[in-house]
C-alpha cells in the first residue's frame, strides 16, 4: 500500500498528529473528529519522561518512549514555527522525590532502571533537593534529578495540530458498521463507507477507547483524574514525579502559575469525580509540598486512556486499506512524534519500520 | 415607629425572609436583591441545631436559636402551603460522632452544654450509633442521638420565599452614600435615596457582609467552603455532626443522595476554592463515613458569612427610619424565622421584643 490521501478517525493528539505528518508528505488528509475535548490528550499532564512511565519488563515499550523523547524537541519546534502557537515544550528536567522509606526503596529501583537504560538520574540528598525546590516538605526523604525529561502542554499541542490542519478537521463521529440503526446514535458516516474501495485511500483508526468498536480490536478504557491547581507562578521550578506512601503523584508546573496533579488510574468506565480520588491526589501533594494547600483548585477532569491487554500501543496495518494507531495508555502524548511519523511512513510508502513490529495489531490473535 | 411601607436592601434568606412577614402583616414590601446567588444561604447546609451553633458563654444567642428552631416548622409549613414549594425540612434528628479520644471528650462538653439548655442528647455506644447509622468508620469512638435538631434545605427555602414574593424582589445593588461616582459601580440607587422622607416608609438592611459599607456596622466577611457529593440515596439516615481529629464537620444529606459536607472557617474575604481546604473538608468526611469516598464530588462552593465583633447578629432600628439585620454568621437560616418576626413586628408596630434588647446595633458604640 502506498497511499495519495488518508482518512484519520479521530481528532485526538494522535490522529492529529498523524494527519498533520501525512500532510506534510503531500497526502491529501481529512480527519473525523468526534469527540472535541473529551479525549485522554484533555487532562494529560504532558509529562515526557520514558523511563518513568516504562514498566519494567516492557523493554520494546521502553525502546518506542526513548525513541519519541527524542523526537519531541524537533516535533515541538516545527509545530510552533508553523502555527506561532507555544506549545510550552520545557526541559528544566525532572524532581524524582520519595517521601518515607518504603517509598525511596521504590524510586531507588526505578532510577536503577532508568541507569540501565542510559537516561540520566543523579541522586540528591534531601538537603540538596530541597535547595533545587524549596517548596519540597522537610518530610521527603531523599530524591533524585533526572535532566533529560521535559514536559509540554497537550492542550497548546492539541490547539497547535487543529490551526494547522485548519479546516481538514471535521466534527462528526464515525460509526461502527455494526452499530444498529437506533436514531440516537445522531446518524454519523459509518465506517464502511470512509473504507469502500477508492484507490489510494488508506484509513487510520486513532480513536483511543473508542477504536474497540470501530475495530474489535482489545482497547479498553482506564479512567484517570486529574487536578489543576493554580497558585503563584513560581511555587515548584521542577516537575516532581513522587511518591507519598505508596502512592504514585506528579506535579507538573505550568508557567503561568498552574500546577497538574495527576493522576488516579481506575479499571472503569465512568466520568464520576470521586470525593476519594480527589482526595487522595490532594493529600498525595500536599504530603510532597504542602504549600500547594493555598492554590486554587480549579478543575477536576477525568478521562478515559485507552489501553489493550499488555498496555502498550496497537500500531499497523489491519488489512483493507485500514491502519490502527491506538491504545497508548498512559503514554499519548510522549508517543505522539513516533506514532505519527511512523504511521505517515507506513501510509505513504508501504513500508513498515522495524520499531512497530513489537506493536502490531494481530499479536492479540 | 410603624410604617405601612418596607423597603428591604438585601434578598437573602434574611432579607427576604422579613419582607415576607411584612406583606403578611399587610405592609407594601420592595426587596433590592443585588446578589442573585452570593449570598452565605447559597452555601449553607440548612443544619436546625440550636446547641450545636452556639458557643459557650453566648447565652443570649443560644436563647435566640433556640427560640429560632421552635419557629421553623410552622415556618416551613406556612412556606409551602403559601408557594407550593416544599423546603426540605426534616426533623429525624443528628447523630453527634466523635472519632478520636480527644474528639469524644470535645464532644462530651457539648453534650452536657445541651443538657443544660434542656435540650435531648442521647449518648450511644459505638454499636448503637452503627446501628443507626451503618456507614459510620468503625473508628468512630462515641456519639450521641440529638433527636430534636433537623434541617431544611437552605436553596428551596430562598426559591420558595422568592416565589411568595414575586415581582417585590428587584434586581439591584443599593450603594453605600459615601461611594465614589466610580462609573465601574454599576449606577445602582443611592441608600439615602430610599431612605429619603416618606412618610411611613421603613428601610431594613439586611446585606450581609454588604450591611458594613451601607451602615457603617462592624459586620466582617467569614469564608467558609462548603462541597456537596453525590452518592446513592440512603448512604446517611441522620445528618452527622462530627469531630474527626480536632477538626468540625458537618454531613447533611437530602432524599436525593446529596450529601452537604461543611464548613470551613476562615477569616478572609476571597472567594478561592483552596486546595488545602477541600483536602480537610473531604479527609474529616471520609474518616467518619469512609464510603463517602465513592460519592460524585458535584461542587465546591465560597460564601461569606458575615459577622460582628461578638459573632451574633445585629437586630434593631438605626435611626432615620432605617433598620438593620445582618450578621447572623454560621446562624442565618436557622435565625430567619425569629428575625423575620420580630423584625416585622417592629417595623409594623415600632414594638422591639425583649429578645431583640442583647442585639441592638448600638452595642458596639
Known sequence: MSATEVVVV???????????????????????????????????????????????????????????????????????????????????????????????AEARRLWAYRRELGLGVDPLLPSALREREPGLSPRVRGGAHAPDDCQVDPRRVVAALRAALGPAVLRGRIEADSAGSDPSAGGGTRLAELVAARPGRAVVIAAGAGTAALTGLPVRPVKGLVLRLRGAPGLLRHVVNGWADGRHVYLVPRADGEVVVGATQEERADSTVSAGQVLELLRAATDLVPELGECELVETVVRHRPATPDNAPVLGAVGGGVLVAAGHHRNGVLLAPVTADLIAELVATGKSAPLLEAFAPGRFG
Open 10 to 104: 479521530g481528532g485526538g493528539i494522535i490522529g492529529l498528529s498523524i494527519a498533520w505528518r501525512c500532510r506534510q508528505r503531500g497526502l491529501a488528509v481529512t480527519v473525523h473528529d468526534g469527540g472535541g475535548d473529551d479525549g485522554a490528550w484533555y487532562a494529560a499532564a504532558g509529562m515526557l519522561a520514558p523511563a518513568g512511565e516504562a514498566g519494567f519488563g516492557q523493554e520494546a515499550l521502553t525502546g518506542l518512549l526513548v525513541d519519541s523523547a527524542a523526537r519531541w524537541p524537533e516535533f515541538a519546534a516545527e509545530l510552533e514555527r508553523e502555527t506561532g502557537i507555544g506549545v510550552g515544550y520545557d526541559s528544566v528536567g525532572t524532581l524524582s522525590v520519595a517521601l518515607t522509606g518504603d517509598d525511596l
